[in-house]
């Protein structure tokens, strides 16, 4: 047997152990979940459970009112998005790197942490209300669909800034010299020149704003009361106060991946029609924004991103607040961190971290084969390999816990309370991200410098280890921090599989503002902060970049 053809067979070992990875982590937990909503507890088929949630309207106006909050801050991340990041991209702000970084970090806190700090400031008793209604003021209830709204937006719109910052660099400037001599200026310009050519990005940003506001759970958990939304009916279902029915929970899980399946159906649908390439030969030269209107730009970037920030600030400040219970008192101690200290902090820090980075490193190891495989090797069996490895992106967390608890609930895989499960759902659900950033990295590096490699001597494993994957460094490197922040922020799959030993930052800080402890949620959140923020700074530090790739 030739050399050539083992080097052929151990890869093609590869893709089949990938696969069967897939399959038994994924796909198995996928179709366990559709017999679970089609057959009944005697064994028969039926569709009972998908009639009972048409049947009821309380049950179909969770699912209404989750595409219907979903879709307006979709709309709404995007018209708060696109302006800031046109005016960051074509003008020279004052700040813009600080702004950027502010923005990337409120992006990437736990949305929950978010809707807790709002409700500390314009819930019934917020600082903001409370100050406010001393003037006579009342500014309403954060509540319902109105709280939903304003709490994802301002965590969402960063998204929007971050992947439209990237479209605007692509654009090539003397596309806006020619129409300014033709013009076309100002809005007119924006709107028919820039915005079209950024159509596929802002069509990709929304995807990834719909799919994770459609998915998050403990937002609309905190602020719903009475607007409540399909992933909390999910989580209920499972873990109700009247009772446990996996069949029905299963039943709402398969209808959660048919609505997200249709609009990333749609989404790709509509970026086929703007099919084209750009390459800024010259990039865009920002302008210096003078007078009235470089005011407003300012202003705008700055009142944005402060107020979106605002949460995160006030977290950290109300950490250091004394507390008993819910109720906040006058001065500042470490009470907080020291009752955290007695309520695992200590096995919520090292589960986070001990499972986080066990799963990045699978994470990467994973990545770096699929993108290989896809990008050098592409075949039937590898571009499958590719599509099953992305179905996580269109699921929402409370549907793979919920399947991943019924796969692995019991014998011969009784995983149920393991941290090897914790692990399992990390890298199911965060591995799309560095997946994507490693193929389009390895694209854009041509094949002549390994092949010129191999021509030297060097074998085809030696030339992979040494020379491609080092190439491959920052993409790697940049899907990864995105993969690690998601994975320390998780909350939607990890609240139906955690337990008290394999608890996480994030289910502390949910845990504890669930049971009115805020002094101690505080603090938990305030860690998290800390740790998401640390993060974020050591990517930009070691990638000397001041963008991140999404």
Request: charged share 10%; with cysteine.
């Amino acid at each position: 047997m030739t050399k050539s053809k083992k080097k052929f067979e151990v890869w093609t070992v590869v893709s089949l152990v990938l696969l069967a990875s897939f399959l038994l982590f994924l796909v198995y937990p996928m179709f366990g979940l559709l017999k679970q909503a089609v057959i009944s507890p005697e064994g028969e088929f039926t569709l009972s459970q998908f009639q009972k949630f048409f049947s009821k309207s309380y049950y179909t106006d969770t699912i209404v009112n989750s595409v219907k909050v979903t879709l307006c801050v979709t709309a709404i991340s995007l018209l708060l998005g696109i302006p800031i990041a046109y005016f960051y991209s074509f003008y020279r702000i004052r700040g813009a790197k600080t702004l950027f970084v502010l923005s990337i970090l409120c992006s990437m806190s736990a949305p929950f942490i978010g809707a807790y700090s709002w409700i500390m400031l314009l819930g019934r008793s917020g600082a903001i209300t409370q100050f406010l209604l001393n003037f006579g003021i009342d500014i309403g209830s954060i509540y319902g669909f109105k709280g939903i709204l304003i709490v994802q937006s301002l965590k969402f719109f960063p998204l929007v800034f971050i992947y439209m910052n990237g479209a605007f660099k692509n654009i090539d400037n003397t596309l806006m010299e020619a129409s300014a001599n033709m013009g076309c200026t100002g809005v007119r310009r924006l709107i028919s020149i820039v915005l079209a050519l950024s159509m596929p990005t802002i069509l990709a940003a929304a995807l990834m704003v719909f799919m994770q506001a459609f998915a998050d759970f403990g937002t609309p958990m905190l602020l719903g009361e009475g607007y409540q939304t399909f992933p909390v009916l999910i989580y209920n279902e499972y873990l109700g106060e009247n009772g446990v029915d996996y069949n029905f929970a299963a039943a709402l899980a398969c209808i959660a991946i048919f609505v997200t399946a249709i609009v990333f159906i749609f989404q790709k649908w509509a970026t086929s029609r703007y099919k084209f390439s750009m390459n800024a030969l010259h990039p865009v030269e920002k302008k210096e924004c003078k007078g009235i209107s470089g005011f407003l730009m300012h202003a705008y970037c700055y009142i944005l991103v402060a107020v979106a920030f605002l949460p995160q600030l006030y977290i950290i400040y109300l950490s250091f607040r004394n507390c008993k219970g819910a109720i906040f008192h006058p001065g500042f101690s470490l009470g907080n961190y020291e009752t955290a200290m007695k309520k695992l902090l200590v096995r919520s820090i090292k589960n986070t971290a001990v499972m986080g980075v066990l799963a990045l490193v699978i994470i990467i190891v994973i990545a770096v084969l699929i993108a290989y495989l896809v990008v050098r090797r592409s075949s039937t069996l590898n571009n499958t390999i590719d599509t099953i490895s992305m179905l996580p992106y269109i699921m929402p967390g409370a549907v793979i816990g919920l399947a991943m608890l019924l796969a692995f609930g019991k014998k011969p895989l009784a995983l149920t309370g393991t941290m090897a499960i914790m692990v399992i759902s990390f890298v199911i659900r965060r591995l799309p991200y560095t997946i994507r950033s490693a193929t389009a990295t390895l694209m854009q590096i041509s094949l002549s410098i390994e092949e010129a490699a191999i021509s030297l001597g060097a074998s085809k494993l030696k030339t992979f280890t040494k020379i491609t994957v080092p190439m491959m460094a920052n993409g790697i490197f940049s899907g990864a921090i995105l993969s690690w922040v998601a994975i320390v922020t998780e909350l939607s799959s990890s609240i139906i599989l955690y337990n008290n030993k394999t608890i996480t930052l994030t289910m502390s800080t949910y845990v504890a503002i669930t049971r009115g402890n805020y002094g101690l949620a505080a603090a938990f959140a305030a860690i998290l902060t800390v740790v998401t923020t640390v993060s974020l700074l050591l990517y930009l530090w070691i990638s000397k970049s001041e963008d991140v790739k999404l």
